[in-house]
């Protein structure tokens, strides 16, 4: 879009000017993006060598089936799918904010800001809720002959492959990698969630303090912007790799 | 504050300001991709123990092109990475290629693990974890009816 307004010949390695039309900070933040990107990405990827080198994983559906107060009830999808809605609208409360910034409209980005820091509050506080009940959970396992009862945590899974057990159907222990990958993984995405949150909450202080008036312009704004949105995109993949799939 | 001088690196005034119908836009093909993700989930869920290999694996690969087009309007969109000239773009979006060869050859060698384990070293044909596989889905069926 803002490629047309650039005259064709510009010489953009000729010093004088940024070649590539944006600013230092917010270049220097997209490439701290990307690097983070292949942290994540190196994570996910050998969730998935693991998960493809044993033959029983946990089922996404079994696993992540239950919603706050409603007891017992088999709601797979249900908890993630309004955690991801909490994510994506609040990407759009801080695309917003970085719109309002542009017009350099100091009670809209306050607005927006605001908005934003709830939606990654919810976030947080669903994400606090599933860790809670996935480690404080009671699942009959078959260890040894005995069942024991167990909840999922990073030396234990209880989603294992099903055998006979005196006439009932019960689980075994699946692979010890499941609880490590899944905490470690939503855990360094919730730190970035948690994060992001500190950085809009400064964000919001300065906005109020006025100083991005100040300054001119609202650039501060779009970089916590940018890292807010990576923080929605990598959960768009999370979400792939731990409940879809 | 230090900072009250504007950046002498801001060359250009910032003008994908027009409007929020973008925005809006936006959000609305998100929620649509993510509802069509979760409609292939429950899909899944439901023929869970009932389909074979084959509509499994393209549901999921389905389900993972859908999560990249997401990708791709959050990060072209809301990110703005679309509105940024071409070089920039391509300093992101090659590095990011590796990628490819990351999944395929990874997911290639967990694979390959199994095999070698299920086989002890491929001396003897697959057997008993693969049969194991299949009866519990079948088995959890007959329970919850």
Known sequence: MSTTAIPTNTKWWNGG??????????????YFLMSDAFTFGAFLISYGTIRFSVNHWA?????FNAFPFAGHANLPLAFV??????????????VLAVHEGHKMNR??????????????????GCQAWEWTHMITGDHAVLVNGQIEHWGTTVTKNPWGAHVMHEGQLVSTPGPIAFGGYFFGITGFHGFHVFSGVIINVVMLIKTRLGHFDQRGHYEMIEKAGLYWHFVDLVWVFVFLCFYLV | MSSNVSSPEITHAPEHASGTGRIWKTFWVLSLLTVIELAL?????????????????????????LTLLKAY?????????????????????????????????????????RNLRNTNGHSRPAQ?????????????KDHKK
């Open chain 2, 73 to 113: 309007y959050i990060v072209s969109i809301f990110m703005h990475l679309g509105d940024e000239i071409r070089n920039m773009i391509m300093t992101i979006v090659v590095p990011l290629l590796l990628f490819v060869w990351f999944i395929v050859a990874f997911l290639w060698d967990g694979n390959a693990w």
């Open chain 2, 41 to 65: 989930g429950y899909l899944l869920y439901f023929k869970h123990g009932q389909w074979s290999y084959a509509p499994v694996i393209t549901t999921k690969l389905v389900i993972a092109i």
């Open chain 1, 17 to 30: 000017r940024s070649p590539f039309n944006a600013s230092y900070g917010k270049v220097m933040m997209w």
């Open chain 1, 81 to 94: 799918s309004l955690m991801t809605f909490i994510l994506i609208f609040s990407s759009v409360t801080m």
């Open chain 2, 128 to 140: 008993v974890e693969q049969v194991q596989q299949h009866q519990p889905a079948a088995a959890d």
């Open chain 1, 107 to 124: 009670k809209g980005v306050e607005k927006y800001m605001v908005l934003t820091i709830l939606g990654g509050l919810a976030f947080l």
């Open chain 1, 59 to 63: 089922d996404p559906n079994q696993v």
